[in-house]
C-alpha cells in the first residue's frame, strides 16, 4: 500500500541551525501539508501546498519557515534559523482532491 | 491558541468490549470528517472519514456517527483489541483546507 515517507526519522540541531525536512507525497496525491506536534500537545497545522504554490498557512509559519516541492516526488520543510520551540515532531500529509489526509511516519526534531 | 497540556482524556477497557471514543468539533461549517489513530512515535494513522451529508458510516470493525445538531462525531469500535490501544483523534475540515485536530482520547485496552 502507499505511504508518506519522511526523513531523517530524527534530527537533532544546534539552536539557529537550519534544518530541511523531507517528505516524499503519496504519488498521485496533489494536495501536500506540513504538521507539528509537540510532546503532548495536539497535532497543530503549519501549511498546505498545492499546484506549487502556498494555499494556506497557520501564523505558527513565520519567516522562518518555507516548504518547496523542488522535483516531482519531494516536499520539503525548511527551517532557517532554529529556536528551542521548534522541537516537536514535524508530520507530512498528502492527499487527492477529496479525500482523507495521510500522514508520514514524522521527522522527530531536537533542537538543542 | 488552545493548550492541550499532557493530560488526555483516557478510555479504559477489556479486550472484546465495544468501545465509544467522543469529540465535539467546534466549526460548524466543517463538512468533512475524519479520525485518526495515534500510536505513540508514529504519525496519525487515517481510520474512516464521514461527510456532512451523511450520519453514519461503517467500515471494518469501526463506525463512525455524526450529529450535526449538536456538532458531536463519535468513533465506536467493536471487539476491541489490544492492537487498538492508541490515541484516537477527530479532525475536521472545509473543502480541501487544513485539518483541525482534537484534543485526543486514550484508548486502554487491557487483555
Known amino acids: 500500500e502507499p505511504e508518506v515517507t519522511q526523513t531523517p526519522s530524527h534530527q537533532v540541531t544546534q539552536m539557529g541551525q537550519e534544518v530541511i525536512l523531507r517528505c516524499v507525497p503519496i504519488s498521485n496525491h496533489l494536495y501536500f501539508y506540513w504538521y507539528r506536534q509537540i510532546l503532548g500537545q495536539k497535532v497543530e497545522f503549519l501549511v498546505s501546498?498545492?499546484?506549487?504554490?502556498?494555499?494556506?498557512k497557520s501564523e505558527i509559519f513565520d519567516d522562518q519557515f518555507s516548504v518547496e516541492r523542488p522535483d516531482g516526488s519531494n516536499f520539503t520543510l525548511k527551517i532557517r534559523s532554529t529556536k528551542l520551540e521548534d522541537s516537536a515532531m514535524y508530520f507530512c500529509?498528502?492527499?487527492?482532491?477529496?479525500?482523507?489526509?495521510?500522514f508520514g511516519p514524522g521527522t522527530r526534531l531536537t533542537v538543542t | 491558541g488552545e493548550s492541550v497540556g499532557l493530560h488526555l482524556p483516557t478510555l479504559s477497557v477489556q479486550e472484546g468490549d465495544n468501545s465509544i471514543i467522543n469529540c465535539a468539533y467546534s466549526?460548524?461549517?466543517?463538512?468533512?470528517f475524519i479520525w485518526y489513530k495515534q500510536e505513540s512515535g508514529k504519525g496519525p494513522q487515517f481510520i474512516i472519514d464521514i461527510r456532512s451529508n451523511m450520519d453514519k458510516r461503517q467500515g471494518q470493525r469501526v463506525t463512525v456517527l455524526l450529529n450535526k445538531t449538536v456538532k458531536h462525531l463519535s468513533l465506536q469500535i467493536a471487539a476491541t483489541q489490544p492492537g487498538d490501544s492508541a490515541v484516537y483523534f477527530c479532525a475536521e475540515n472545509k473543502g480541501y483546507s487544513t485539518l483541525t485536530f482534537g484534543k485526543g482520547t486514550m484508548l486502554l485496552v487491557s487483555p
Open positions: 501546498f498545492y499546484n506549487n504554490e502556498i494555499s494556506e
Open positions: 500529509a498528502s492527499t487527492v482532491e477529496g479525500s482523507g489526509q495521510y
Open positions: 466549526n460548524s461549517a466543517s463538512d468533512y
